[in-house]
């Protein structure tokens, strides 16, 4: 997904008058079909792209999205934000998902995303099991123009794993698993230069 910031007076005005948070033509997203396994990556991406244009927006997903049935406090802005998301999942999505879109008689995009991300985000052990191994277990990073961008992901993987199952990490071990991604010379470069009051942010600013 790929999002940008524009000006309110850029923004088309709905059939209602008010101004867009969000332009639809700006959000660039593969569609998502309903597959499980597609899932992890499409949210994260939709998410992003609705961040960088509307904080407001980003923020109501977070704050409902483990909630089945949110208690929806009705307020002006945050109805328009929501039939602004409504229509552009009912954009994104096609097959299975499509249909818990148009499920919704409401067309309260908040709405549908908590019904989503409790359909593809279950808490099982097993899905517990398989996202610790790939928290714990990253993929080593050969190129140095992709460390950011593996450093990034790796963080977005622990915090959902976090939030959704409480599973915390200290920074030790925070740090010895990004260390481990990295190539060797960097490796050896932020080994030599730790300190013993030295902080994950620290290490990943080193690594960066």
Known sequence: CEGKEIGIRDRPRTTTGHKRHIYAKDIRCLEFSGKQEDWSEWSFSYKRAVRAQSIPAF????AYEKSAMPLWVQDPERDELAAELYDILAMLCKGEAIL??????????VKVWCKMFQRYNPRTLGRMVKMLGGVTAPPRVTKM???ESAISKWEQKARVLEREFDQKFHDALKMAIVINMVPNDIQEFVYGSMEKDSTYDAIVTKIK
């Open 59 to 62: 923020d109501l997903l977070e």
């Open 145 to 147: 123009g992709e460390i």
């Open 100 to 109: 818990m879109i148009k499920a919704e008689e409401e067309f309260n995009g």
